[in-house]
T-cell receptor, first 111, second 114 residues
Framework: QKEVEQNSGPLSVPEGAIASLNCTYS??????FFWYRQYSGKSPELIMS????GDKEDGRFTAQLNKASQYVSLLIRDSQPSDSATYLC???????????FGQGTTLQVKP | NAGVTQTPKFQVLKTGQSMTLQCAQD?????MYWYRQDPGMGLRLIYY???????DKGEVPNGYNVSRLNKREFSLRLESAAPSQTSVYFC?????????????FGPGTRLTVT
């Protein structure tokens, strides 16, 4: 059974701080890694994708991938109250595009 | 360009009733997917279609059937609804980015089975 694990939280950070969200996966053959943001009552929104080891930055978001440790993380710099949401880690292997999701981490950014 | 659309947005069924959830995408994507999301959980794949005319089971296919009517449309059918199928259902489609894919989701259908 391929698994993706996240700490469900909630993770609470003050406005302006760095939020760090973590995810581990069990399938060493995984090739694609994604972070989705989901506001309450809404659908998941893709915010970051990463395919190779190292860091990938997009604005205030940085995704980090370590395939040897089977670990992917998302850093949110200068956190804003509007970043308060559930963040879903998703992993894909092979060429079917199927995603396996973690249970999500709830982030609360307090003004 | 509406992206991925789903109908209906909300539905209440009685146990044993049947219904079809509709999904359409206007982005010319080959692959489409149906997921369910239960409270406090991530999404679980029900069925997917890699291309028009093909469908395959995902992690939780029992109690569901699908039809890939054409490239745009991928429907999910509950033949005899059960309370355990109360969930939020999301349809998604894939876009290729080089050697990889990125998946985009519709707004969801919130289904309650009483």
């Amino acid at each position: 059974q391929k698994e993706v694990e996240q700490n469900s939280g909630p993770l609470s950070v003050p406005e302006g701080a760095i939020a760090s969200l973590n995810c581990t996966y069990s399938d060493r053959g995984s090739q694609s890694f994604f972070w989705y943001r989901q506001y309450s009552g809404k659908s998941p929104e893709l915010i970051m994708s990463i395919y190779s080891n190292g860091d990938k930055e997009d604005g205030r978001f940085t995704a980090q991938l370590n395939k040897a440790s089977q670990y992917v993380s998302l850093l949110i710099r200068d956190s804003q109250p509007s970043d308060s949401a559930t963040y879903l880690c998703a992993v894909s292997s092979g060429n079917t595009g199927k995603l396996i999701f973690g249970q999500g981490t709830t982030l609360q950014v307090k003004p | 360009n509406a992206g991925v659309t789903q109908t209906p947005k909300f539905q209440v069924l009685k146990t044993g009733q049947s219904m079809t959830l509709q999904c359409a995408q206007d982005m010319n994507h080959n692959s489409m997917y149906w997921y369910r999301q239960d409270p406090g959980m991530g999404l679980r794949l029900i069925y997917y279609s890699a291309s028009e005319g093909t469908t395959d089971k995902g992690e939780v296919p029992n109690g569901y059937n699908v039809s890939r009517l054409n490239k745009r449309e991928f429907s999910l059918r509950l033949e005899s609804a059960a309370p355990s199928q109360t969930s939020v259902y999301f349809c998604a489609s894939n876009v290729a980015t080089g050697d990889f894919y990125e998946q985009y989701f519709g707004p969801g259908t919130r289904l309650t089975v009483t």
